[in-house]
């Protein structure tokens, strides 16, 4: 079997509450106006580069319980090849946003990659957590993500086998974590002393990357916000799919914007998931002051 990009880590059964006005307190019920049952974590960037047009698996385990079979359906139905192991119960996480901020509660049993599917699937590229990098054969391009826990343990001390991935992408305080620095220019800098390239992500203010000495910023357009939920995980797909198509850095990181703020207009990150079609009719109808070439500073 081929496919082009593997995505691993965890997935989840994403069951998110829109419509609060407020959190619950403690022996409250308040209710929500509507439930979206959808793919979570690193799911959603495999969906979104379906929907871009590459052929992606996910080699997470999924349950055989009712959230798994509900995830596996939805996955297949997207093009999404299922490629982990089934186990006993799958990951679930409960999202409820309340204006533009969203609080979680997660249900996750430890897991780890078998590196063996890597082999089989024979990718062309592979998006991973820090700690999976070194499972990723020579061969295949490794872009690297970080969830808070390795960010945490990683702290000020990258491991040094992070060199061998192509890309590192991190939000902005994952990176601050990881350098010390609040500064996403600044922080995205010190990361590209130790991998090719390093993405740092800011949310409604756009991206920055850093390579060999320069660093990129790109701001975001504006659009109207319903759900940030997924919108950094289809910025690593919408980047992973510009650099697999040959796009210099300015350019694709341009693109993983575009594609990242498209998203937030929909509620949950894999309704916002835009198609290959729609993300090119993004990038022409957009304002020529957005999409100028990416702003660049040596030595920042």
Known sequence: MNVDVVCAGSVFLDLTFEGLEAMPEPGREHYARELHQTPGGTAITAVG?????LRAAIVAPI??????????????????????????????T?????????AFVTYESPTALDPSLLERLRPRAAIVGLDQLNLVPAEVRAY?????REAER??????????RARALL???????RLTGDADPEVAASRLAEDVPVAVVTCGGDGAVAASDGITFGVPAPA??????????????????????GGLPLGERLRTAVVYAALSVRAATGVAGAATRDELERALAELDPAIMQTASAKEGA
């Open 49 to 53: 580069l379906a929907r871009l047009g």
């Open 63 to 92: 349950g055989r319980d009712i959230a798994g079979r509900t995830l596996r359906e939805y996955l297949e139905n997207e093009g999404v090849t299922c490629a982990g192991a089934t186990s006993d119960h799958t990951p679930v």
């Open 94 to 102: 409960v999202v409820l946003p309340v204006e533009r901020e969203r």
């Open 144 to 148: 690297v993500v970080v969830d808070d």
């Open 154 to 163: 990683h702290a000020h001390s990258l491991p040094g086998h992070i060199g």
């Open 170 to 176: 991190v939000n902005r305080f994952e990176a601050e």
């Open 223 to 244: 659009v109207e916000v319903r759900d940030t939920t997924g919108a950094g995980d289809l910025l690593a797909a919408a980047y992973m799919w510009g650099d697999l």
